[in-house]
């Protein structure tokens, strides 16, 4: 078969993910984090930058600091958080799912920098013929928000770098990731059930059956949300809110004494109630004799990593009259942190592979 390489790519709202051919018969993922600190240009600290390899673009008279490194910056920076007012001091390049639309331009320019750097970190640039598929997010049903541009703009730049770049939706990635299935007495349908990724900017549903869409949607809210609203809550910068979730929050074993704790602990059951039952289950209502087996619910992002989280969806969804009987409700990746947060890339490559080796046949076909 002739070499065709394949690529999935996911642009999430905290962190990018890939996943390559190695040119070895083996799959590289690689990650970033999707974020960025402005600083005032000053020669002495672009050379200290320079210096230890640190990633970083110069705008002006701005330098803007990439990636963890950024992370890591801002969590010393809280330190002396009072002085920087309202302003963040961490930032984005993307919001609620899409590209940042408060600044467009410069959100523009990290964020191609960044998925450049997740995407050749370990690899290295795009081969002949390299075929990559991106996610973009479904529209949300609770807001006007619109991919249209966030998702021409991601197309352009990346086959710009060389690939055969294409959208898959965020949730389909899940499906083709993790293969949830029909329960049939006549045996199971592969593909088919309900594929959910919780990231930070948005939660993004997708009904498959055999691969194919048939309803795809998101709502724009998820972990940022609740970020935001412990920070006001507790009066701690979100930084300090977003490590707090990411290492020490754990539904099966909740600390009373820590006020982040119970705050994420508030807002988490107000995330799950409003994402499933005001907005789920009411897309489905009414919706009765279309599913008639049940189906499985697979549950991925880095919003559904803290343990015992899938706990509450599974409760939650226990008290709902859905259109249709759940078979499985299952974390993806096993569960392990690390593959839940590779799912779309995971995804995004398998359908990547998939046209590679379609293309790869036809070539074959018509050199023989």
């Not at 005032?40 to 200290?48: I, R």
């Not at 230890?52 to 330098?63: F, P, R, T």
């Not at 909740?254 to 289950?281: H, S």
Request: proline fraction near 4%; charged fraction near 30%.
């Amino acid at each position: 078969m002739s070499d065709v390489y394949a690529a999935g790519l996911d642009i999430g709202t905290m962190f990018l993910q890939s996943a390559r051919d190695d040119g070895k018969g083996g799959i590289v993922m690689t990650e970033v984090r999707d974020c960025y600190r402005e600083i005032d240009y000053a020669e002495e600290f672009e050379d200290q930058l320079k210096s230890q390899g640190a990633h970083y673009v110069k705008e002006g008279q701005k330098l803007y600091i990439l990636g963890n490194q950024a992370y890591i910056q801002a969590g010393m920076a809280e330190v002396g958080a009072s002085i920087h007012g309202d302003k963040e001091i961490l930032q984005r390049p993307m919001k609620d799912g899409i590209l940042n639309p408060e600044s467009p331009k410069i959100a523009l320019t990290i964020l191609r920098e960044l998925e450049k750097a997740c995407l050749e970190k370990d690899v290295g640039p795009a081969r002949e013929g390299e075929i990559l598929y991106f996610s973009i997010p479904a529209n949300p049903i609770d807001s006007t928000i619109n991919n249209t541009f966030h998702s021409k703009m991601a197309e352009r730049y990346l086959n710009g770098l060389g690939y055969d770049a294409r959208p898959l939706g965020e949730g389909l990635a899940v499906i083709f990731a993790e293969n949830p299935k029909m329960h049939t007495p006549e045996g199971d349908i592969p593909m088919t059930g309900i594929g959910i990724s919780m990231g930070a900017g948005m939660v993004n549903f997708c009904l498959a059956e055999r691969g194919m869409p048939q309803d795809e949607f998101s709502v724009a809210r998820s972990g940022d949300w609740i970020d935001t609203q412990v920070s006001k809550m507790t009066g701690q910068p979100k930084t300090k809110v977003m490590r707090v979730k990411e290492k020490k929050l754990d539904f099966n074993k909740i600390d009373e004494n820590d006020d982040v704790i119970l705050a994420l602990e508030c807002y988490y059951e107000d995330l799950v109630n409003y994402v499933f039952k005001e907005c789920f289950a009411k897309r489905f209502k009414g919706n009765k004799g279309g599913i008639e087996h049940p189906i499985d619910i697979i549950l991925s992002g880095g919003t559904a990593s803290p343990p015992g989280f899938d706990k509450k969806v599974k409760k939650m969804l226990s008290r709902m009259d859905l259109p249709f009987e759940i078979g499985d409700i299952k974390l993806a990746g096993g569960g392990d942190v690390k593959k839940l947060l590779q799912t779309v890339a995971r995804g995004c490559y398998v359908r990547a592979k998939n046209a590679a080796k379609k293309t790869a046949n036809a070539k074959e076909a018509l050199d023989a």
